[in-house]
């Protein structure tokens, strides 16, 4: 179990070649969701029992208004070509993406668990899971470049992100990073998205009324490049990478699968306690994973 103290990793004993490696695995699982050309967040491309789809935080649905009624014409793009580095100097961009109108997209909780996600969310329930269509060529497309982090192995998952003291990093693209060129026609057109995996300086887990949470201050070898705010991060994966006895330090990262240990829902920004804190292993794992099992059943029932 990943102590209730903070615990803290010095980055600069860490190679950069490793913490290269480590965002470029880290983001074969991960996509920006931008709705109508307007960014709404982040999400991980995840498979559960061969459903398809995209684990994120409950509010960037809910707060970004989704609508996926008949008459909807909202469009969601997922951009696929990423260039990413630990220190934030590259531009993820949309020049290769997937245009899936949100009409055809389902997800749950179907709707939503409280009202205010801001002043009385602090604690969640803050996670949702994006259902893509089995129709239509979006999926191959999406992995045609991309992963889908397999979630089927749920018991296995949990506890080596339980256990596993490995580096502990969170994939994201910080609102201030967006480069959007200007509004045409009431829509914003972005021209590039700068993302990067924030390793954790410092970490908290603990468990509060039937979910765990991890709690993180984000670090990078370079401070400066942190941005001001993680406002825009929400969705993004907490990912651990264990540490094995049996690969050499210079490749362990290439070898080992990341494990999904959170997804990011909350930015502290008191200035005496700044952190990033998302839903731990159990509450994917346990909690969250058995009540979408039963929303798949339910579906099936439904069916004709």
Request: no cysteine; glycine share 8%.
């Amino acid at each position: 179990m990943l102590p209730l103290e903070l615990v803290h990793s010095t980055l600069s004993k860490v190679p950069a070649g490793i913490l290269n490696a480590l965002a470029f695995t880290v983001h074969n699982y991960w996509v920006p969701l931008i709705v109508d050309d307007v960014p709404r967040g982040t999400g991980v491309l995840a498979r559960v029992d061969g459903v398809s789809g995209i684990l994120t935080a409950e509010h960037v649905i809910y707060k970004s208004g989704f609508d996926n009624s008949v008459q909807s014409t909202q469009i969601l793009t997922l951009p696929l070509t990423q260039y990413a580095v630990t220190a934030p100097r590259e531009t993820t961009t949309a020049t290769d993406s997937v245009r899936i109108p949100i009409k055809h997209l389902r997800w749950y909780p179907e709707n939503r668990s409280r009202d205010d996600y801001d002043g009385q969310g602090e604690y969640g329930p803050d996670l949702a899971l994006i259902q893509l269509p089995e129709a239509g060529s979006w999926i191959e497309t999406i992995e045609s470049k991309k992963l889908f982090y397999n979630l089927t192995m749920g018991a296995e998952r949990m506890e080596q992100a339980l256990t596993d003291n490995g580096l502990l990093g969170v994939v994201g693209a910080p609102q201030r990073w967006i480069d959007m060129r200007g509004k045409v026609e009431g829509t914003e057109l972005i021209r590039g998205i700068r993302s990067a995996v924030f390793l954790a300086g410092n970490q908290r887990y603990y468990e509060k009324d039937g979910f765990d949470f991890l709690e993180v201050i984000p670090d990078t070898p370079m401070p400066q490049d942190l941005p001001p705010s993680f406002r825009g991060v929400s969705g993004g994966g907490f990912f651990r990478f264990p540490r094995t006895k049996e690969i050499p330090a210079d490749s362990w990262v290439q070898e080992s699968r990341p494990i999904l240990a959170g997804i990011l829902y909350w930015e502290s920004i008191r200035e005496d306690s700044a952190f990033l804190r998302g839903h731990g292993p159990r509450s994917i794992y346990v909690t969250f994973l058995g009540r979408l099992r039963e929303w798949f059943r339910a579906q099936t029932r439904a069916l004709p």
